[in-house]
């Protein structure tokens, strides 16, 4: 339980992050780590190594984002509401252009982008979590990268004006 | 395919003479730039998902908002229409004055009612 909970609040912050892109709403993505404390504190035994446990949170997050996104998907279809429209690459919200172009990504290459972009798992642990060898994760994570730069050439290129830095944040 | 760009800016592991010649090419190097500036944009857009206010918090202020401005309003309202009436004379006379009665009753003693001794009363 300690562990569990110890674990759960280590990496709440990247949880919250990464299901916020997921799901592309704070609120949402709050409730829903919620949903992960619960499944994680139920955890009879956690894997024994930091990456492993990592890796595996990651993995429960995932399956609850997709269980939500499913419910989403059929409430929209109710609704008869318009999918997700592909960016045209202006307008002043970049937030929200960001928010649409991840949208637009696979399930798959979005939740590997996410959880280097906004968790910073390493290739490993993202394998782990999604079920894919490293290099798959790889040329997942470089695809989903290509995609966003092609629906964000406009932000891109005003960042571009600006100093830069590598690392994430 | 150029993912060994992705493995160096994500501190991964990656071949070096593969990464050279990804970087041979002008295609290679803008790239490599693009997908840093890239970073610079998702980073920031995620941080704001992230710590995004509650829309139902937001929906409840705006209601109590709402429900503010309509019972200010209707205040003032009522406040505006009890001065107009007061400065009409005809209005006032009429507030006033009793209404005519629909019935009149009338109660006797000893007819309608009678009186009777209790002890310890009058």
């Given at each position: 339980m300690a562990e569990s909970q110890a674990l759960f609040l280590t990496c709440r912050d990247s949880l919250v992050r990464y299901l916020a892109g997921a799901v592309g709403h704070g609120e949402t993505a709050r409730d829903l780590a919620q949903d992960v404390f619960v499944r994680v504190v139920a955890a009879t035994r956690l894997p024994p190594t930091d990456p492993e446990r990592r890796a595996w949170l990651f993995h429960v997050a995932r399956n609850i984002a997709i269980d939500h996104l499913r419910r989403e998907r059929h409430r929209r279809a109710d609704a008869l509401e318009a999918e997700p429209v592909a960016p045209a690459g202006s307008g002043p919200d970049t937030a929200l252009m960001v928010k649409q172009a991840l949208a637009w990504l696979d399930d798959l290459g979005r939740d590997v982008f996410l959880m280097r972009e906004?968790?910073?798992?390493s290739y490993a642990e993202i394998a782990a979590a999604c079920g894919l060898t490293p290099d798959a994760v790889r040329s997942r994570i470089h695809r989903a990268r290509l995609q966003l730069r092609e629906f964000l050439q406009q932000p891109i290129q005003t960042a571009r004006a600006r100093p830069l830095r590598t690392g994430l944040r | 395919m150029h993912d060994v760009i992705s493995a160096f800016l994500d501190n991964e592991p990656f071949d070096a003479e593969e990464f050279s010649a990804a970087l041979a090419t002008p295609d290679g190097r803008q790239l490599l730039v693009d997908l840093v500036a890239l970073r610079g944009v998702v980073q920031p857009a995620l941080t704001a998902a992230a710590t995004q206010p509650a829309a139902s918090r937001r929906t409840h202020w705006l209601g109590v908002a709402a429900a503010v401005v309509m019972l200010a309003g209707g205040f003032a309202l009522g406040q505006w229409a009890a001065r107009g009436n007061s400065s009409s004379p005809e209005t006032a006379v009429s507030a006033t004055s009793a209404p005519e009665p629909t019935a009149n009753y009338r109660f006797e003693p000893g007819v309608n009612w009678r009186e009777t001794s209790s002890t310890g009363g009058h």
């Open positions: 906004a968790a910073g798992l | -």
